[in-house]
């Protein structure tokens, strides 16, 4: 997921641990440059309802490491196929209203999620 989010955006995207306020956060994907911040949620099987907290929480995450990371342009989530049900509603709308940009995972490659607020 990462790799491909790495080729979508042009940039190496790695996992880093940072320090932020005193407190150590583990980023799932960010750059050299700290300019985009990534998270992931690669869940698989059958849905569980539990996903759409884990969105929830990813999404909550990325608006205060776009904030807190002193480069951050760019807050990015992927999902896989499975887990676009957590953004129906409101949720992917918040997202998009938000800044964070979703993009969707299919095993291969990654594409933007479409969504009207």
């Known amino acids: 997921m990462l790799a491909a989010m790495s080729d979508e955006c042009g940039v190496e995207l790695r996992p880093r641990p940072l320090v932020l306020a005193g407190s150590r956060v583990e980023v799932e994907g960010i750059d050299a440059d700290g300019r985009i911040v990534v998270q992931l949620v690669a869940n698989q099987g059958a849905y569980k309802p539990s996903y759409r907290n884990k969105v929830m929480a990813d999404l909550f995450k990325l608006l205060w ?8 342009e760019r807050a990015v989530l992927v999902v896989t196929r499975l887990v676009v049900q957590a953004l129906g509603g409101w949720v992917a709308v918040a997202a998009v209203d938000l800044g964070i940009e979703v993009y969707v995972f299919d095993g291969e490659r990654v594409e933007r999620l479409r969504s009207e607020s």
Not at 65 to 72: G, I, M, Q, T, Y
């Open 65 to 72: 490491l776009r904030e807190s990371v002193p480069n951050a």
